[in-house]
Nanobody
Framework: QVQLVESGGGLVQAGDSLRLSCAASGRTFSLHAMAWFRQAPGKEREFVAAVSPWTGRDTEYVDSVKGRFTIFRDNSKNTVYLEMNSLRPEDTAVYSC??????????????WGQGTQVSVSS
């Protein structure tokens, strides 16, 4: 029911910033919790950040990005963003957007985008 398309990835230097976007199709975007995951080469997929449905008042982050990344949503545009600051080489990964119908930020996400590559050089 929901299709997701990520954009905004690229190659940057350590310390730089990027803003990832995830555009969603469908009329129920605001009912979904939204999240970002990432997967680096040779590693398991990792939860990065999530934002609650409706107003997006609640957020959650993995410890390694707290204070550096911000997730937020714009329901009028059916889009969720991940603002990434002070990027580090270890942030290098394919970043994927995901949606879950419900309020649980760490629920089982049902819909996934194709991913966008973020590469951070030293």
């Amino acid at each position: 029911q929901v299709q997701l398309v990520e954009s905004g990835g690229g190659l940057v230097q350590a310390g730089d910033s990027l803003r990832l976007s995830c555009a969603a199709s469908g009329r129920t975007f605001s009912l979904h919790a939204m999240a970002w995951f990432r997967q680096a080469p040779g590693k398991e997929r990792e939860f990065v950040a999530a934002v609650s449905p409706w107003t997006g008042r609640d957020t959650e982050y993995v410890d390694s990005v707290k204070g550096r990344f911000t997730i937020f949503r714009d329901n009028s545009k059916n889009t969720v963003y991940l603002e990434m600051n002070s990027l580090r080489p270890e942030d290098t990964a394919v970043y994927s957007c995901a949606a879950h119908l419900g309020p649980e930020l760490r629920g089982e996400y049902e819909y996934w985008g194709q991913g966008t590559q973020v590469s951070v050089s030293s």
